[in-house]
């Protein structure tokens, strides 16, 4: 927001306490009816708690005290708000018992770590929750990169059966395109090893991908695969 990046004096948890505030008074009570205002701040905070995750709707709910179907409904709200993004499993015949369960991403990262209290760099830079957190933040950086152009596009994440995974597949002209997301600096390329899941996919072009991290350059790192500085994002 212009006044947070302009006056640096500016309190951010000032910022999003005014922020949740408006939010769930204006938007959520006003326009769709959620009389539980409490339990709607604690949903999303659930929520915050879960970025970079699977989604488990179940576990949601019953960390809440609501009923499943509310909690889906509330899920609809963050996400038609765009406060939420659900990024959908990619699946084919190929991939052995490929999990169908999807990942959620705060799309504003500063927003997650106000209601999980994450409050400090440092605790996002080395706490727990960094991973998950800097996952979520590229994947909403991609998403806002192709808005900005006028682009729509389709992301995915794949998981199998055996707990290997791969954080984000972009899906372009019959063509998919892998990347890992790693908070750090050095990737190796065992960080795509995974990638060898897709050379069982027929009829789908496996195109060049990489580990988006920390890193200062793009630089080559395995085959076509290279090491993607968050800047180039």
Same mark, same amino acid.
């Given at each position: 927001?212009?006044e947070l990046v302009a006056n640096p004096d500016f309190s951010w948890q000032v910022f999003y306490s005014d922020?949740?505030?408006?939010y769930i008074e204006r938007d959520v009570r006003k326009l769709t009816q959620v009389a539980d205002e409490d339990?709607?701040?604690?949903? !999303?905070?659930?929520?915050?708690?879960?970025?970079?995750?699977?989604?488990?709707?179940?576990?949601?709910?019953? @960390?809440?005290?609501?009923?499943?179907?509310?909690?889906? %409904?509330?899920?609809?709200?963050?996400?038609?708000? #765009?406060?939420?993004?659900?990024?959908?499993?990619?699946?084919?015949?190929?991939?052995? %018992?490929?999990?169908?369960?999807?990942?959620?991403?705060?799309?504003?990262? #500063?927003?997650?770590?106000?209601?999980?209290?994450?409050?400090?760099?440092?605790?996002?830079?080395? #706490?727990? !929750?960094?991973?998950?957190?800097?996952?979520?933040?590229?994947? #909403?950086?991609?998403?806002?990169?192709?808005?900005?152009?006028?682009?729509?596009? &389709?992301?995915?994440?794949? %998981? @199998?059966?055996?707990?290997?995974?791969? &954080?984000?597949?972009?899906?372009?002209?019959?063509?998919?395109?892998?990347?890992?997301?790693?908070?750090?600096?050095?990737? &190796?390329?065992?960080?795509?090893?995974?990638?060898? !899941?897709? @050379?069982?996919?027929?009829?789908?072009?496996?195109?060049?991908?990489?580990?988006?991290?920390?890193?200062?350059?793009?630089?080559?790192?395995?085959?076509?695969?290279?090491?993607?500085?968050?800047?180039?994002?």
């Amino acid at each position: 927001m212009p006044e947070l990046v302009a006056n640096p004096d500016f309190s951010w948890q000032v910022f999003y306490s005014d922020y949740v505030k408006t939010y769930i008074e204006r938007d959520v009570r006003k326009l769709t009816q959620v009389a539980d205002e409490d339990s709607f701040y604690k949903f !999303m905070t659930v929520c915050a708690a879960m970025t970079g995750q699977m989604l488990n709707l179940s576990s949601l709910a019953k @960390d809440v005290g609501i009923s499943e179907p509310t909690a889906k %409904r509330w899920l609809s709200i963050l996400k038609t708000s #765009g406060i939420v993004y659900i990024l959908k499993p990619y699946s084919n015949n190929a991939i052995s %018992r490929a999990v169908k369960t999807p990942k959620l991403h705060f799309l504003d990262i #500063g927003l997650a770590a106000y209601l999980t209290r994450w409050l400090t760099p440092e605790t996002l830079l080395s #706490g727990a !929750m960094s991973g998950h957190f800097f996952e979520s933040f590229v994947i #909403g950086e991609i998403l806002k990169s192709y808005a900005n152009a006028g682009l729509e596009v &389709d992301l995915y994440h794949l %998981r @199998d059966g055996h707990q290997k995974e791969i &954080d984000l597949l972009i899906y372009e002209n019959n063509t998919l395109y892998p990347i890992e997301i790693k908070s750090t600096a050095e990737p &190796d390329p065992k960080d795509i090893k995974n990638f060898a !899941m897709l @050379d069982k996919i027929k009829n789908v072009n496996i195109g060049e991908g990489g580990v988006i991290c920390l890193a200062r350059e793009l630089l080559p790192l395995k085959g076509q695969h290279k090491i993607i500085p968050l800047w180039a994002v």
